[in-house]
């Protein structure tokens, strides 16, 4: 049974198919067409200062609009993106449009800086540094604005190489954070020597914080965070109680669903003015 795709493309289904593998195919046949066809949008979640009771940056998170399927999660198209390749240039055009929408913020009275989440691809195209460069320079915002996510798994293989170019990225002025910290292989043993600013505590901590052994975790890593000068930001804020528990251990700076959940950029501009209307009250 084959079905036709447009373009004169076609594809062949087997009767043996899961319906999950028949989504996957098509997915990864529509990603190739879905950049030029301007599918792709950037929505924005803030990170909270609650000891300032201040905004300390958006990260700026992917979004697939596909044409059939409706919106299609990131946790679903990255994976995907990342195997054929196409990641690179999908990682470049949310750079390009992070930093565009930051430097129009700045216009705006809005001075936050912005994060971008890599994929480990990136790093084996050895150009990301000047590709970094190139964009700030073509939107003119200052490197300090720019934020980049890398995650714990991606140091594992070739980490003399990922350290290298992290420290041209980093002198270019553009920070680095380790997003989803806490997960997967911890490197907890080589935090000394990846050179970045900031922890994500992954979104698991925040939500388990409810024993004594818990807490004691996450304190210890706050801990050796502030040793390390690095700041730490909680990811999946979404109970009051989390942030309690977690100004108790030392941690202040909050993402999560009770501050607001990714939001486009139209929606931005409301919540910013809410926020500073609540804490002026
Ligand atoms: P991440 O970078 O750890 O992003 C945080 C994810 O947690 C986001 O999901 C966000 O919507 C979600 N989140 C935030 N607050 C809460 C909360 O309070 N509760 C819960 N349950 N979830 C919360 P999203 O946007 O679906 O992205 C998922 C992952 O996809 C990201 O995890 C990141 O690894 C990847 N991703 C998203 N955009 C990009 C991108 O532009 N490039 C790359 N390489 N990966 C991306
Ligand atoms: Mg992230
Ligand atoms: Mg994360
Ligand atoms: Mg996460």
Same mark, same amino acid.
């Given at each position: 049974k084959?079905?036709?795709?447009?373009?004169?493309?076609?594809?062949? @289904?087997?009767?043996?198919?899961?319906?999950?593998?028949?989504? =996957?195919?098509e997915?990864? $046949?529509?990603l190739?067409?879905? #950049? &030029?066809?301007k599918?792709?949008f950037?929505?924005?979640?803030?990170?909270?200062?609650?000891?300032t009771?201040?905004?300390?940056?958006?990260?700026? *998170?992917l979004?697939?609009?596909?044409?059939?399927?409706?919106?299609?999660s990131?946790?679903?198209?990255i994976?995907?993106?990342?195997?054929?390749?196409? %990641?690179?240039p999908?990682? #470049?055009?949310?750079?390009? &449009?992070?930093?565009?929408?930051?430097?129009?913020?700045?216009?705006?009275?809005i001075?936050?800086?912005?994060?971008?989440?890599?994929?480990?691809r990136?790093?084996?195209?050895?150009?990301?540094?000047?590709?970094?460069?190139? %964009? *700030?320079?073509?939107v003119? #915002?200052?490197?300090?604005d720019? &934020?980049?996510?890398?995650? &714990?798994?991606?140091?594992?293989h070739?980490?003399n190489?990922?350290?290298?170019?992290?420290?041209?990225?980093? =002198?270019?002025?553009?920070r680095?954070?380790?997003?989803?910290?806490?997960?997967?292989?911890s490197?907890?043993? *080589?935090?000394?020597?990846i050179? %970045?600013?900031?922890? $994500? #505590?992954?979104?698991?901590?925040? +939500?388990?914080?409810?024993?004594?052994g818990?807490?004691?975790i996450?304190?210890?890593?706050?801990?050796?965070?502030?040793?390390?000068k690095l700041?730490?930001?909680?990811?999946?804020?979404?109970?009051?109680?989390?942030?309690?528990?977690?100004?108790?251990?030392?941690?202040?700076?909050?993402?999560?669903?009770?501050?607001? $959940?990714p939001?486009?950029?139209?929606?931005?501009g409301?919540w910013?003015?809410?926020? @500073?209307?609540?804490? +002026?009250?």
């Amino acid at each position: 049974k084959a079905k036709r795709l447009g373009k004169n493309q076609y594809c062949v @289904y087997t009767e043996e198919m899961g319906t999950q593998e028949v989504r =996957k195919m098509e997915l990864e $046949k529509d990603l190739q067409w879905a #950049l &030029e066809q301007k599918q792709f949008f950037l929505v924005y979640q803030p990170k909270w200062n609650v000891k300032t009771n201040s905004l300390f940056g958006f990260e700026a *998170l992917l979004r697939w609009h596909h044409p059939r399927l409706g919106n299609v999660s990131p946790v679903e198209f990255i994976p995907i993106a990342e195997e054929t390749g196409l %990641i690179v240039p999908m990682t #470049l055009w949310t750079l390009e &449009e992070a930093c565009r929408q930051c430097k129009q913020w700045k216009s705006q009275g809005i001075d936050q800086p912005v994060s971008v989440n890599l994929s480990v691809r990136l790093f084996h195209t050895d150009s990301l540094t000047e590709w970094v460069q190139a %964009i *700030l320079e073509k939107v003119e #915002l200052e490197p300090n604005d720019l &934020e980049l996510e890398i995650t &714990e798994s991606m140091v594992l293989h070739d980490i003399n190489d990922i350290i290298r170019q992290l420290n041209s990225i980093r =002198k270019l002025g553009v920070r680095v954070s380790m997003d989803d910290f806490g997960t997967g292989y911890s490197s907890i043993g *080589l935090l000394d020597r990846i050179p %970045i600013d900031a922890l $994500k #505590l992954d979104r698991l901590f925040t +939500n388990d914080l409810d024993t004594p052994g818990k807490r004691a975790i996450v304190h210890a890593i706050v801990l050796m965070a502030e040793n390390l000068k690095l700041d730490v930001i909680a990811e999946g804020v979404e109970h009051k109680e989390h942030i309690e528990f977690l100004t108790q251990l030392g941690c202040y700076v909050m993402q999560g669903y009770y501050y607001a $959940k990714p939001m486009t950029q139209e929606e931005i501009g409301h919540w910013i003015r809410r926020q @500073y209307e609540n804490v +002026n009250e």
